[in-house]
């Protein structure tokens, strides 16, 4: 199983990232697929969340600014950030979740200068 997040970087506030993340060794179509965020000091949290049926869920700290979406014919799940916030800087993990099993990418550092 792999989960590969890329697309972070280093922005200023009111700029936009989108990040991706290429899953592959489980069936990606019927896992839901989410975005976590950790900033230092704080407890990881959900930021964004894609079912295999059903419609996205935001955080409300993003919703209006934060789009997930999930491409399963390549296996992919995107997050395009818009409209970033110094308080958006974190390291930003791609989750799989399913039944029984629970998987994570590497992280992928996301900064907001203001």
């Known amino acids: 199983v792999q989960l590969q997040a890329s697309g972070g970087g280093l922005v200023q506030a009111g700029e936009s990232l989108r990040l991706s993340c290429a899953a592959s060794g489980f069936m990606f179509r019927i896992y839901r697929m989410n975005w976590y965020r950790q900033a230092p000091g704080k407890q990881r949290e959900l930021v964004a969340s894609?079912?295999?049926?059903?419609?996205?869920t935001y955080a409300d700290p993003v919703k209006g600014r934060f789009t997930i979406s999930r491409d399963n014919t390549n296996n992919r799940v995107h997050l395009q950030m818009n409209s970033l916030e110094p308080e958006d800087t974190a390291v930003y993990y791609c989750?799989?979740?399913?039944?029984?099993?629970?998987?994570w990418g590497q992280g992928t550092q996301v900064t907001v200068s203001s």
């Open positions: 894609f079912p295999g049926v059903g419609l996205p």
């Open positions: 989750n799989a979740e399913g039944p029984s099993r629970n998987y």
